[in-house]
């Protein structure tokens, strides 16, 4: 597929930087991923899934978006697979839009069901796809917690400051957001493409215990994934998917310990989760 031209216009500043909020069948967290692109400077549009399927297969459906975001909730009921319906329709209403998206350098964020719907579109790990080609297939799964049900609580994350993910950048040792799901035990197709994943760094953020060491023990990692993977970025470090939700955390007053970080002087001006749409928009006025 040609993707030499591009059609996205290389912004100059916050406000110039256009990030698409996908929306509908399901998904709820629209409201908190656009509030978290816009306190961050970007212009955001929330479009649902219908409109910009019926745009129909061209491959420049996308153009003149910098950031795609792939939000939290339950798409389609989560039936068959939590993310699965959705992925399949993008994969094959617009899975030629996306590629052309990747390969001329868009950024993309996935939160919860987001994160399920990037790893089964193939996007993540997306360490066997080459530029120019189709959509991956799906390498890794998001299945059902050890402890099955689903699971709201807050954990703490370990940041991994050598991965290649823009979104992380400056961001660590730890972090805290909140963590709510029912299937997010990360599974890979095999080990080898496990080792791989762990050696090229693509693991930026994994579960940790009160320390801040990894973890795979509940209730710190909430649901058993091996290592205590949270997320994935691809080899660019453009596309990122985690399961713990930063849209929740753009206030400091959202974290269940405010008052006490308040009366110790240590409450931030602004939610942790915060810096990872800030990292977002300056990749993408980076270029």
Not at 165 to 187: A, F, Y
Not at 255 to 261: E, L, S, V, Y
Request: net charge negative; proline share 7%.
């Amino acid at each position: 597929m040609p993707s030499e031209v591009t059609t996205r216009p290389a912004p100059k500043e916050a406000r110039d930087v256009r990030v698409l909020v996908l929306t509908g069948y399901g998904l709820n967290c629209e409201a908190e991923t656009a509030a978290g692109f816009s306190r961050a400077g970007a212009t955001v549009e929330l479009v649902h899934l219908s409109e910009i399927l019926d745009r129909g297969a061209r491959a420049d459906a996308l153009a003149g978006y910098h950031i795609l975001a792939f939000i939290g909730g339950f798409s389609f009921g989560d039936h068959i697979q939590s993310g699965r319906v959705f992925a399949n329709r993008l994969r094959f209403r617009l899975g030629e839009a996306l590629c052309r998206f990747v390969d001329d350098g868009g950024l993309a964020l996935g939160v919860c069901n987001g994160f399920q719907t990037l790893v089964c579109l193939g996007l993540l790990p997306g360490v066997s796809r080459a530029r120019g080609t189709p959509l991956a297939a799906q390498q890794a799964a998001l299945v059902h917690n050890d402890r099955l049900g689903y699971f709201d609580t807050w954990v703490k994350l370990a940041v991994d400051t050598e991965s290649p993910c823009v979104w992380t950048r400056g961001i660590g040792p730890t972090i805290e957001m909140p963590s709510r799901h029912g299937e997010g035990k990360l599974l890979f197709l095999d080990d080898s493409l496990r080792d791989e994943i762990l050696a090229s760094r693509l693991v930026p953020v994994r579960y940790a215990d009160a320390s801040g060491a990894p973890t795979e023990v509940w209730p710190d990692n909430p649901n058993g994934s091996p290592g205590g993977v949270a997320g994935l970025c691809d080899p660019t470090g453009r596309i990122f998917g985690l399961m713990p939700h930063p849209d929740a955390y753009l206030y400091p007053e959202n974290h269940p310990d405010w008052i006490r970080q308040h009366d110790a002087g240590a409450l931030p001006a602004a939610g942790l989760g915060l810096r990872i749409f800030e990292n977002g928009v300056r990749a993408a006025l980076a270029g």
